[in-house]
């Protein structure tokens, strides 16, 4: 879940979207499954999304990198994820499939 969003202007008269993870479950390690205490670092990413209200809009989510708290554990450290939106891919959930419904081609990768 991504909480606490504040719009700004943006360029070009497109709004941004400041957003950040509202899910305590975004810090619980991919590898061990514990949760994390630590922040390491943040990360800004700009996942692309569906316009509102017919206007195209930019999310900015800044996330943190935690440190897995498990010292067996193979990942050291990793990003805060969310189901919203997928682990490395450059579009919200949403957008996915109403980019392949409009393609008239099926496959989102098709208008990608």
């Known amino acids: 879940m991504l ?45 692309r999304d569906l316009p509102v209200g017919g206007r195209p809009v930019r999310l900015r989510w800044r996330k943190r990198r935690w440190y897995c708290p498990t010292a067996a554990c193979p990942r050291t450290s990793f990003t805060e994820q969310v189901a919203q939106v997928p682990v490395r891919s450059p579009r919200s959930c949403r957008l996915v499939p109403a980019r392949g419904s409009r393609s008239g081609q099926g496959s989102p990768e098709a208008t990608a």
Do not use: F, M, N
């Open 3 to 47: 909480v606490r969003p504040s719009v700004v202007a943006g360029t070009e008269d497109i709004p941004v979207v400041d957003l950040s993870t509202g899910d305590e479950q975004a810090r619980c390690c991919p590898g061990c499954g514990q949760w994390a205490v630590r922040v390491k670092q943040w990360a800004t990413t700009r996942p």
